[in-house]
């Protein structure tokens, strides 16, 4: 009986062991997705601890009568999925704002906040480079945004 408990305690540490990471305790990059129509996003990751972090995106867009800001904060946690494959999970929010000027009516603001959840895969190279694939609904409080925004994107990262 104590063979098997010892034996059955190794066989837990090595499971433990085994699904132990390390993630990158910085990383800086773009957010390539739809993003409500905010295109790309400055993207940075900051490790809390070996297996979650906080994630902070930025994108700024501006067209012919329109100007914004959209600035989201998510905490992430990561698994080990397969050599250097991970896929994370988080939830967060953020702020955003829009200006738009409207021909012989003049201008018109928002701003508004938003929930979000993330699912997505990454894959870290033996380079110091991050790429991902991940999923964010957003759900939208404000006149502009009142709604349920689905966004998908790539991001490239710099890792260090």
């Known amino acids: 009986m104590k063979k098997l408990f010892l034996l059955s305690i190794a066989l837990f540490g090595f499971a433990l062991s085994s699904n132990a990471q390390q993630i990158s305790k910085n990383a800086i990059g773009l957010r390539l997705g739809d993003s409500d129509g905010f295109g790309a996003e400055i993207s940075y990751q900051r490790a809390l601890g070996d297996n979650n972090r906080l994630e902070a995106d930025l994108g700024l867009r501006s067209g012919d009568g329109y100007d914004g800001f959209k600035l989201a904060g998510l905490y992430q946690w990561v698994w080990l999925l397969e050599g250097n494959f991970n896929w994370y999970a988080g939830a967060g929010g953020g702020i955003g704002s829009y200006s738009f ?18 699912i997505g895969i990454e894959y870290n190279f033996d ?19 009142n709604d349920l925004d689905f966004d998908i994107a790539l991001g490239v990262r710099y890792q260090f």
């Open 127 to 145: 380079i110091p480079l991050q790429i991902s694939l991940d999923a964010r609904p957003e759900l939208g409080f404000g006149d502009y945004r």
């Open 101 to 118: 000027d409207i021909p012989y009516k003049g201008n018109d603001s928002e701003t508004f906040i938003f929930a979000a959840g993330d």
